[in-house]
C-alpha cells in the first residue's frame, strides 16, 4: 500500500528552524518528484516547493524561497523540509504529496499524507 | 504575482450538475497547465481527482470530470451526491513553480 507521511512539525518560535520529514512507503521514492504544500488553518492550499526524482533540480513559492530547503534521501525514502528563519505566517499543515510524471505528457499529483502542523509562535 | 481564481462558493442540489472554474490572471488555461483539481473535507487531507486537465484516477467517481472550457480549466459533477459537499482547489503549472487557486466550496441542498 502506498503511503507517505510527514512528521517533524511542532511549536517553534520566530526566527527559529525546524526540518520535517515525509516517508514513503509501498513505492520505490526514486521514482517520483515529490512536493511540498501547506495550509494555514481554515485556509486555502498553498504549493510550497518541489524536488525532481535525483534530488538535482528544486524549485520553490516566492514566499518561502531562500529560507526553505527541499531535499531528498532516496537510499532511506524519505523527503524532507529544512525551514529557517520561521514567521508567524509559516504556520500551516505542512503535506507532502507523490507525483506521477511523464516527460512532455501528464502530470498527476497522486498520493498525500495526512499532514503535520507547524506553529510559529512566541 | 500569478492569481488562480475560483468561485468562491456554488450551491447544487442531489443529483444536479455543477461545473467548478479555474481560470488563470495571465491569460488562457492550456493542457501545459496540467490542470489537477483536489478535493478535501473538512479535517481530512486533500485528496486528487483528476490530473493533466482531464484523466482521473482509479479512486475517482466517474460523476468527476475535468475539461478546459472557455479559457478555463473546469470540473464537472454530474449527478451530485450528499457526500460531495467538500472544498474543491485546482492547481496550475507555471513552468517550474504551482500556483494554488483560492478553492470553491460546494453545498450540496
Known amino acids: 500500500e502506498v503511503q507517505v507521511e510527514e512528521s517533524g512539525g511542532g511549536l517553534v518560535q520566530p526566527g527559529g528552524s525546524l526540518r520535517l520529514s515525509c516517508a514513503a512507503s509501498g513505492f520505490t521514492l526514486s521514482s517520483y518528484w515529490m512536493h511540498w504544500v501547506r495550509q494555514t488553518p481554515g485556509k486555502g492550499l498553498v504549493w510550497v516547493s518541489r524536488i525532481n526524482s535525483d534530488g538535482s533540480d528544486t524549485t520553490y513559492a516566492d514566499s518561502v524561497r531562500g529560507r526553505f530547503t527541499i531535499s531528498r534521501d532516496n537510499a532511506k525514502n524519505t523527503l524532507s523540509l529544512e525551514m529557517n528563519s520561521l514567521r508567524a505566517e509559516d504556520t500551516a499543515v505542512y503535506y507532502c504529496?507523490?507525483?506521477?510524471?511523464?516527460?512532455?505528457?501528464?502530470?498527476?499529483?497522486?498520493?498525500w499524507g495526512q499532514g503535520t502542523l507547524v506553529t510559529v509562535s512566541s | 504575482q500569478t492569481v488562480v481564481t475560483q468561485e468562491p462558493s456554488l450551491t447544487v442540489s442531489p443529483g444536479g450538475t455543477v461545473t467548478l472554474t479555474c481560470a488563470s490572471s495571465t491569460g488562457a488555461v492550456t493542457s501545459g497547465h496540467y490542470p489537477n483539481w483536489f478535493q478535501q473535507k473538512p479535517g481530512q487531507a486533500p485528496r486528487t481527482l483528476i490530473y493533466s486537465t482531464s484523466s482521473i484516477h482509479s479512486w475517482t467517481p466517474a460523476r468527476f470530470s475535468g475539461s478546459l472550457l472557455g479559457g478555463k480549466a473546469a470540473l464537472t459533477l454530474s449527478g451530485v451526491q450528499p457526500e460531495d459537499e467538500a472544498e474543491y482547489y485546482c492547481?496550475?503549472?507555471?513552468?517550474?513553480?504551482?500556483?494554488f487557486g483560492g478553492g470553491t466550496k460546494l453545498t450540496v441542498l
Open positions: 492547481l496550475l503549472y507555471y513552468g517550474g513553480v504551482w500556483v
Open positions: 504529496a507523490r507525483v506521477r510524471s511523464s516527460s512532455g505528457g501528464y502530470v498527476a499529483f497522486d498520493y
